[in-house]
């Protein structure tokens, strides 16, 4: 079992940045391939970024990538994802996951969710 808690979501205006941050705790991080979802109300949620457990390989969806970037530090029980180049149809709820299966977008792969942060990107 692991608890997942994200932070550093907030408000930002277009073009700006934001880095969130996932802890996790109940278990080594290090067991299990991480990733960033995010969420419109009304919309399914949608995949961000992938991150596989050491840290290596890495996968985005189209629409961020060369802006966002995620990172893990498995020491400290951390997922990050540092999003530049902000843009209104950023806005969403963002979630971390964690789940036995590296490099998936599929959400049914992960089995543990963090409570969610909300990310507004104002034009």
């Known amino acids: 079992q692991v608890q997942l808690v994200e932070s550093g979501g907030g408000l930002v205006q277009a073009g700006g940045s934001l880095r969130l941050s996932c802890a996790a705790s109940?278990?080594?991080?290090?067991?299990?391939?991480m990733a960033w979802f995010r969420q419109v109300l009304g919309k399914e949620r949608e995949f961000v970024a992938g991150?596989?457990?050491?840290?290596?390989?890495?996968f985005y969806t189209d629409s961020v990538k060369g802006r966002f970037t995620i990172s893990r530090d498995n020491a400290k029980n951390l997922v990050y994802l540092q999003m530049n180049s902000l843009k209104p149809e950023d806005t969403a709820v963002y979630y971390c996951a964690a789940g036995a299966v590296s490099l998936t977008a599929n959400t049914k792969m992960y089995d543990y969710w963090g409570q969610g942060t909300q990310v507004t990107v104002s034009s």
């Open positions: 991150i596989n457990r050491s840290g290596v390989n890495t």
């Open positions: 109940g278990r080594t991080l290090g067991s299990y391939a």
